[in-house]
């Protein structure tokens, strides 16, 4: 970022909080000379903020579009000129996961910890143990070689099972979703 570099990523990241960290970066980096720099993209980063924990609304995704042609249009310097890029590059190639955030209060890769629920596929489940001992907060529980269990109101959220899984056992579905797991897979 700023300087040439390249990031690659794969499927499990999530692209509204990708947006939110260069926001990050450029809203700290602003000199602050130019008012549509200075403010927008503070105004965008409180609206990304709020799309990742679960506060976004219908028409926040139009608004960060307006919002970063003004800031481009009315910034003095490169940085200003690039500083919406990350956002409108991936409203323009990921739209989906932003809609998703806002109208299913679903982060589907497990990122946004406030639009998630995980939950443990017990048709795939092995009992390996592997997710209940990476568990930070112990909130998996069940007997060797049979299928464990996610208790949800001790789960944080953290996505380590998902990452420790290697059985592809772990889904995730929206925040505080109470219905079939199972039926999330079909989505
Ligand atoms: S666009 Fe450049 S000059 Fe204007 S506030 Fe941002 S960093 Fe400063
Ligand atoms: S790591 Fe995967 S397969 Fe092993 S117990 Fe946990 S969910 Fe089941
Ligand atoms: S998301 Fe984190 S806290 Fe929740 S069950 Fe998985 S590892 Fe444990």
Redesign the pocket.
Known sequence: MGSGGMVVMDNTNCMVGMAKFFLEFTTDESCGKCPPCRLGTKIMLDKLNDLTEGRGKEGDVEILEELSYDIIEGSLCGLGQSAPNPVLTTIKYFRDEYESHIKDKWCKVGVCRRLTTFF?NEE?????????RACPSKA?I?EKKK??RIIQEVCIQCRT?YD????K??IIGPADYKGDPMALLKE
């Open positions: 443990i795939v489940c092995t009992g390996c143990g592997a997710c209940m998996i069940g299928p464990h099972c420790t899984c290697r059985f056992s772990i």
